[in-house]
Nanobody, 111 residues
Framework: QVQVAESGGGLVQPGGSLRLSCAAS????????MVWYRQTPGKARELVAQINRFRTTTYADSVKGRFIISRDAKNTVYLQMNRLKPEDTAVYYC??????WGQGIQVTVIS
């Protein structure tokens, strides 16, 4: 069974940066979309950034110009988060393809 794991979360001050990574435990063939979501208590999970196999990217308006999604040849997806704000505080999840989800990782932005 494929396991997906996020890493790189943690605590950071406003204006700081973090880089999230997400990788699968084994190769997933014909992987198209790789997506980052985030969720805060009491709110629906929201799409943060998406990248397809052509490296076409999509971002939520709230993170445009601050976050960068990328992927490598080993199907690891990254989320470079710059100029972080307290409202970016959330649990971040990755999804690889239509069905493989990570367990989520906490990102906290606080002074």
């Amino acid at each position: 069974q494929v396991q997906v794991a996020e890493s790189g979360g943690g605590l950071v001050q406003p204006g700081g940066s973090l880089r999230l990574s997400c990788a699968a435990s084994e190769v997933i063939f014909t992987l198209n979309d790789m997506v980052w979501y985030r969720q805060t208590p009491g709110k629906a999970r929201e799409l943060v950034a998406q990248i397809n196999r052509f490296r076409t990217t999509t971002y939520a308006d709230s993170v445009k110009g601050r976050f960068i999604i990328s992927r490598d040849a080993k199907n690891t997806v990254y989320l470079q988060m710059n100029r972080l704000k307290p409202e970016d505080t959330a649990v971040y999840y990755c999804r690889l393809g239509p069905q493989y989800w990570g367990q989520g990782i906490q990102v906290t932005v606080i002074s």
